[in-house]
């Protein structure tokens, strides 16, 4: 598996974003719709450093992965509220369209796909590690891409399930997208999906053959991206395929 180091070939500047629009995704996620000029451009499965910065001068840092499209004409950020955070609660309660902060991006290279690179494309997210994999779908359907792309997608709940409705409609576009999601605490009654984490068996069942050499992107918590990733390498796929990002505890 693949962690690089992230490269930076120019000298990251602070750019003042102003919040065009808030949309709600879930009731603990909000996306934030960000107007920045001048703007560099991403790629997918890039990442911001986010920069808050109060009356008395106190500042709090935090990363957030893209979830647009490059070819967006806005920055969009899909935050999760953290429980005991100091930032999140602050992005999906309190920002309205016309609030400002400051961000820091691009950054990172080694979590990023292109159609330009192939596939198999396989896609591996738990909870809100969605959010880069979505940048990646967005821009693999802007550019008509047929590239044959699975997403396996691990929430507790149902209505935890990110961009639910949008990943439904890019599956149902006959382009070579399948989504599978595996709930792993609570299921609706009328739920015939898989309902436990994900395990070697359903890896085993929802992954391309390692035959075909798949690039696999792994997103979501520690354990996950771990157990995903050791399953894989069982399963006999090349740990140069497979690349990983992870998130766990940073004070939100």
Do not use: N
């Not at 693949?2 to 065009?20: F, H, I």
């Not at 950054?107 to 738990?126: K, M, N, Q, S």
């Not at 935890?160 to 999601?181: F, H, N, P, T, W």
């Amino acid at each position: 598996m693949t962690e690089a180091a992230e490269v930076t070939p120019r000298r990251l500047e602070w750019r003042v974003a102003e919040v065009r629009e808030v949309v709600t995704e879930t009731t603990r996620v909000r996306t934030l719709v960000l107007d920045v000029p001048e703007w560099p451009g991403h790629l997918p499965g890039q990442h911001v450093d986010l920069r808050l910065t109060d009356e008395e001068g106190y500042q709090a840092h935090r990363s957030y992965s893209i979830a647009s499209a490059p070819g967006s004409p806005h920055v969009a950020l899909t935050v999760e509220r953290l429980y005991d955070g100091e930032v999140s609660p602050y992005l999906v309660e309190d920002l309205r369209p016309g609030d400002q902060f400051e961000i820091r991006g691009p950054i990172g290279r080694h979590f990023v796909w292109t159609p330009e690179e192939g596939g198999p494309l396989f896609l591996v997210a738990g909870g809100s590690g969605v959010v880069p994999l979505m940048s990646m779908l967005r821009h693999r359907a802007d550019r008509r891409s047929t590239v044959p792309t699975r997403l396996l997608y691990s929430a507790r709940r149902f209505e935890e399930l990110i961009y639910r409705e949008e990943l439904d409609r890019l599956a149902a576009s006959g382009d070579g997208l399948r989504v599978l999601y595996t709930l792993t605490r609570e299921t609706p009654e009328s739920w015939d999906g898989p309902s436990r984490r994900i395990d070697r068996e359903m890896l085993s069942d929802v992954a391309f053959p390692s035959s075909l050499k798949p690039r696999v992107y792994v997103c979501g918590p520690s354990g996950l991206v771990e157990s995903v990733g050791q399953h894989l390498l069982e399963l006999g796929h090349d740990a140069s395929r497979i690349k990983t990002e992870r998130f766990g505890p940073t004070g939100g």
